[in-house]
């Protein structure tokens, strides 16, 4: 069993910064792909930023060039870096690892991003 954990949300004002991060452990074979996703009230959950352990990434358009992913393949451990935030970041936002095949997902942090 592979346990993911998220931490790093908050409130914060429109422009500011924020920067989440999520550790997987437990029987971890080799995790594949990291990604942070979010979902808002009444909306469906959605990708945010993934990257693979070779370091390729994909964001979403409407955070291209606000936010910055990384990893730390040697600690399991996925960051999101979150700058120029908008209200309409505003969501939980979930931590997936895909370990060959299985995915896992965390427990979600609230971001709140005021006007």
């Known amino acids: 069993q592979v346990q993911v954990v998220e931490s790093g949300g908050g409130l914060v004002q429109a422009g500011g910064s924020l920067r989440l991060s999520c550790a997987a452990s437990?029987?971890?074979?080799?995790?594949?792909?990291m990604g942070w996703y979010r979902q808002a009230p009444g909306k469906q959950r959605e990708s945010v930023a993934v990257?693979?352990?070779?370091?390729?990434?994909n964001y979403a358009d409407s955070v291209k060039g606000r936010f910055t992913i990384s990893r730390d393949n040697a600690k399991n451990t996925v960051y999101l870096q979150m700058n120029s935030l908008k209200p309409e970041d505003t969501a939980v936002y979930y931590c997936?690892?895909?370990?060959?095949?299985?995915?896992?997902w965390g427990q979600g942090t609230q971001v709140t991003v005021s006007s």
């Open positions: 997936s690892t895909n370990d060959l095949g299985k995915v896992y």
């Open positions: 437990g029987s971890i074979f080799s995790i594949i792909l």
């Open positions: 990257i693979t352990s070779g370091g390729s990434t």
